[in-house]
C-alpha cells in the first residue's frame, strides 16, 4: 500500500499575521478555500517550485480559545534555507524573535505569530560561525 504526503495543517488565530510570516519564510499561496456553512478558511502555501508539499493554516472565523499555546504538542515544521544568516536577519528585522540562534551555522528556530516551532536549517553544509550569531543566547523556548 502506497502512502504519499499530503500537506501539514497548523491552526492560526490571525491569518493576515500568520500568512506574512510564511511569506517570509518564502512560502506563497497556492490555493484557498473558504467555507461559509463551516465558517473557515484553509490557505495552502508552498514555496515556489515545491507546491505539493504545502503548509495548510486553518483559520476559524468566529476565534479559536485554543489559540496561542503552547504548540509543544505538535513539534515543529522544518524548512532548508540557502542562508541561515541572511534567513534569520531577515526575520529579525521584520520583529520575529530568533528563540535559538544558528550559533553553528546549521540550525535556527524562530515560532510563527500562533506559537508554531519552526526549524530553519541550512542547505549544504554547515556555515562557518559568525557574529552576532555566535553569542546570541537562546531566547524563550523551542
Known amino acids: 500500500m502506497a502512502l504519499r504526503y499530503l500537506h501539514t495543517m497548523v491552526r492560526v488565530q490571525d491569518l493576515e499575521a500568520s500568512m506574512a510570516f510564511y511569506a517570509l519564510l518564502g512560502l506563497r499561496e497556492t490555493r484557498r478555500t473558504d467555507s461559509e456553512k463551516g465558517r473557515f478558511t484553509l490557505i495552502f502555501m508552498a514555496p515556489e517550485g515545491q507546491e505539493d508539499c504545502p503548509l495548510e493554516l486553518t483559520y476559524n472565523w468566529d476565534g479559536d480559545d485554543g489559540l496561542p499555546s503552547d504548540s509543544r504538542h505538535f513539534g515543529h515544521l522544518a524548512y532548508a534555507v540557502d542562508d541561515i544568516y541572511a534567513m534569520c536577519q531577515l526575520l529579525m528585522d521584520n520583529g520575529i524573535t530568533i528563540n535559538r540562534p544558528p550559533r553553528d551555522g546549521h540550525m ?10 519552526i526549524e530553519l536549517l541550512q542547505a549544504g553544509d554547515a556555515l562557518p560561525p559568525s557574529e552576532p550569531w555566535s553569542s546570541m543566547p537562546n531566547t524563550g523556548h523551542w
Not at 108 to 117: G, I, L, M, T
Open 108 to 117: 535556527a528556530f524562530v515560532r510563527s505569530p500562533d506559537n508554531v516551532s
